[in-house]
């Protein structure tokens, strides 16, 4: 979520307050008090709000928010982005410097790993590979044969784990999990077996990073398996990032991407300016409409009445309010209005999603 400050506050400036009265309400048929009905803050309040790009119904709108957050040592996050259908090639996941970025087939791909995210927003990333500046020629080898790296047990329906050594070798790696055997037989970093064709698997070479995932477990591990790893490795390279993710620290994850707006959905115009909210009011009820088609109603939900000490018929109000529209909009605030001078303010935060931002703006004096 992130708030965004649009423009500058109004200030009415009140004269010293003496006597007054309050009303505060819950539901539609809280009663009203007829000395509130010389408050009227209907009319059209100018420079609002603007909202995140976007275009008419049914095209897509931007949005950058929190998913997640990481912490070094750990190096698979993942999470589900809050508005869909999302835009495969629009979606960037963000961390600690990090960033990984869609190619319009689900992957997300980086200097630092793999991910993959989906139309109905669920996403993951696997944070574990070593910069290239820990690569080199390679001059020397050596093996490590059947390598203890961990175990799984009947339940487990995936393995993550990490080699002893850093800047493996292509086609090199062989994890054996019971009866099953995974290899990188095409040197992508991919891992397969033929005992389970549905399973996947990944091995990242710059720090032997080492993840299977199975949709079932396979009957072969009908208790405590140990996992061994085979594998050849440049020893001529030592890498500070064996056995763990280049993160740093800790922090949050941040997802940028579009996405399709629904065929129900109010969405801003063009210009993703809004510059006026018109207010309609009628005792406590209200509605609220944008020049940009956003339509919301509601109610006041308190009202303080402040009559001035030197003029007893002359009186402040200061209005809290809630309205809501069908596409899932929130807006929340209070209008404040001089009697004296005629001066009427709005000020609120308008939400949709996790999306955030302050409204303020002025309405014409009567």
Not at 153 to 176: C, E, M, R
Not at 221 to 232: G, H, L, N, P, Q
Request: hydrophobic share 30%; proline share 2%; aromatic share 8%.
């Amino acid at each position: 979520m992130h708030r965004k400050p649009v423009f500058p506050a109004f200030a009415a400036a009140l004269a010293a307050l003496a006597t007054g009265c309050e009303w505060t309400g819950t539901s539609s048929s809280d009663s009203w008090s007829g000395s509130y009905d010389a408050m009227n803050f209907s009319g059209s309040y100018r420079s609002a709000a603007t909202l995140e790009s976007g275009s008419a119904e049914g095209a897509t709108l931007s949005v950058r928010e929190t998913v997640g957050h990481y912490s070094a040592g750990n190096y698979r996050y993942s999470g589900t982005l809050s508005h869909t259908p999302v835009d495969l090639a629009s979606v960037q996941i963000q961390l600690g410097g990090i960033t990984f970025t869609a190619d319009g087939s689900g992957n997300l791909t980086s200097n630092y790993g793999s991910g993959r995210v989906t139309e109905s927003g669920a996403w993951s990333v696997d944070v574990t590979q070593a910069p290239s500046s820990t690569t080199s020629t390679t001059t020397s080898t050596e093996t490590v044969t059947a390598s203890e790296i961990g175990t799984v047990h009947a339940s487990d329906t995936s393995f993550t784990g990490y080699l002893k050594k850093a800047n493996i070798l292509p086609t090199s790696v062989q994890i054996d999990i019971g009866g099953a055997t995974f290899t990188d037989a095409a040197g992508d970093g991919k891992l397969s077996c033929s005992a389970l064709p549905s399973a996947d698997g990944s091995v990242t070479y710059g720090n032997g990073a080492v993840s299977i995932n199975w949709k079932s477990t396979p009957s072969f591990i009908s208790k405590k398996t140990t996992v061994t790893a085979s594998f050849t490795y440049d020893s001529s390279v030592t890498s500070s990032y064996f056995g763990q993710s280049p993160l740093s620290g800790s922090g949050s994850i941040v997802a940028i991407y579009s996405y399709g707006a629904s065929s129900g959905a109010s969405v801003v115009t063009s210009s993703s300016d809004i510059t006026a909210i018109t207010v309609s009011q009628s005792g406590q009820n209200l509605s609220m409409s944008t020049n940009t088609g956003i339509v919301m109603s509601g109610k006041f939900t308190a009202v303080r009445e402040t009559r001035v000490a030197s003029d007893s018929g002359t009186a402040t109000y200061n209005a809290q309010f809630q309205v809501t529209s069908a596409a899932g909009h929130k807006f929340v605030g209070t209008l404040n209005y001089d009697a004296s001078s005629g001066h009427r303010t709005l000020n609120g935060t308008l939400t949709q999603g996790k999306a955030v931002y302050d409204v303020q703006g002025v309405g014409p004096a009567f």
